[in-house]
Nanobody, 126 residues
Framework: QVQLVESGGGLVQAGDSLRLSCAASGRPFRSNAMAWFRQAPGKEREFVAAISWSGATTAYADSVKGRFTISRNNAKNAVSLQMNSLEAEDTAVYYC???????????????????WGQGTQVTVSS
């Protein structure tokens, strides 16, 4: 059974940093693109960041560019999201996602991802 488990969320103040982690199990994802999405209350799920299977290519939403960094550790079958200079608008449930297609490229589209975690809450107080 494939599982993606997020961790690292919490309550922080504006300007603080958090590091989210996503551990995958049940199958290797070292040859698959992975991504982070988020969903704020009353809003649709939105793209945050994605990374290619090799880690050589990354993509970010304009709202987080320069503040967030996505990385991966293929040996640990894991992906992380370093979030700096957090803003109240970053408050959301953050989801890890994995593309089931081998050697897939990063995608902004949630439909490109076949596996999803249950999410971790990030709350930023202003």
């Amino acid at each position: 059974q494939v599982q993606l488990v997020e961790s690292g969320g919490g309550l922080v103040q504006a300007g603080d940093s958090l590091r989210l982690s996503c551990a995958a199990s049940g199958r290797p994802f070292r040859s698959n693109a992975m991504a982070w999405f988020r969903q704020a209350p009353g809003k649709e799920r939105e793209f945050v960041a994605a990374i290619s299977w090799s880690g050589a290519t990354t993509a970010y939403a304009d709202s987080v560019k320069g503040r967030f960094t996505i990385s991966r550790n293929n040996a640990k079958n894991a992906v992380s999201l370093q979030m700096n200079s957090l803003e109240a608008e970053d408050t959301a449930v953050y989801y890890c996602a994995a593309n089931g297609e081998l050697y897939s490229s990063p995608s902004y589209n949630a439909r490109a991802y076949d596996y999803w975690g249950q999410g971790t809450q990030v709350t930023v107080s202003s």
